[in-house]
Structure formats: C-alpha cells, structure tokens
Nanobody, 118 residues
C-alpha cells in the first residue's frame, strides 16, 4: 500500500515562510494531478493548490501570490512553498495525488500542522 508522507509543518510567525513536502512511499502510475488541501478547526476542507501532470497550476484566491506548488514527478513528490504567512493560514495541510487512466484513485497523506502565530 503506497503512503504519502508529509513534512515541513510547524509554528511560524506572521509574515514568515514554510515549505511543505509530500513524498510517496512507492510507485504511483498515471498521475493526473497532485494537490494540497487544508482543514482548519470547524471549517470544511479547502483546496489550496493543484498541479497537473502537465505542469499547470491553480490556486485558491486566498493564497494566490503567496504560495507556490511544485512537483518532482520522478520522485513522486509535491511541494508547497508558503510565504507571507497569515494567522488564517493555520490549519492541517494534507497532500493528495489523483491517479488512474480509467478508474481514478485518490491517495492522501496524514496531514501536517501549520500554525501561524506570534
């Protein structure tokens, strides 16, 4: 069973930066896209950023200009560079990989906590 392992979360002051990483423990074929979601207490899970297999990216309006998603397809790893962090960015960040040509499947990481506070 392939697992996604996230790292890079932590406590940071407002205006600071963090870089999240998410690596697959094994092979995943026919990747359609890699994404980062976040979930804050008492809020719905929110799509933060997505990168397709072709390299196209899309961001939530709340993070545009501050966050950058990238990937290393050979290593099946996705990154999220987060700059100018705000307290409202505080959440558990989860990575997702969607794969499959006909029957699509979602892989999820366990999540990494990001806390933005002074």
């Amino acid at each position: 069973q392939v697992q996604l392992v996230e790292s890079g979360g932590g406590l940071v002051q407002p205006g600071g930066s963090l870089r999240l990483s998410c690596a697959a423990s094994g092979s995943i074929f026919n990747i359609n896209g890699m994404s980062w979601y976040r979930q804050a207490p008492e809020k719905q899970r929110e799509l933060v950023a997505v990168i397709t297999s072709g390299g196209s990216t899309k961001y939530a309006d709340s993070v545009k200009g501050r966050f950058t998603i990238s990937s290393d397809n050979a290593k099946i790893t996705v990154y999220l560079q987060m700059n100018s962090l705000k307290p409202e960015d505080t959440a558990v960040y989860l990575c997702n990989i969607n794969a499959g040509r006909y029957l699509k499947r979602d892989y999820w990481g366990q999540g990494t906590q990001v806390t933005v506070s002074s």
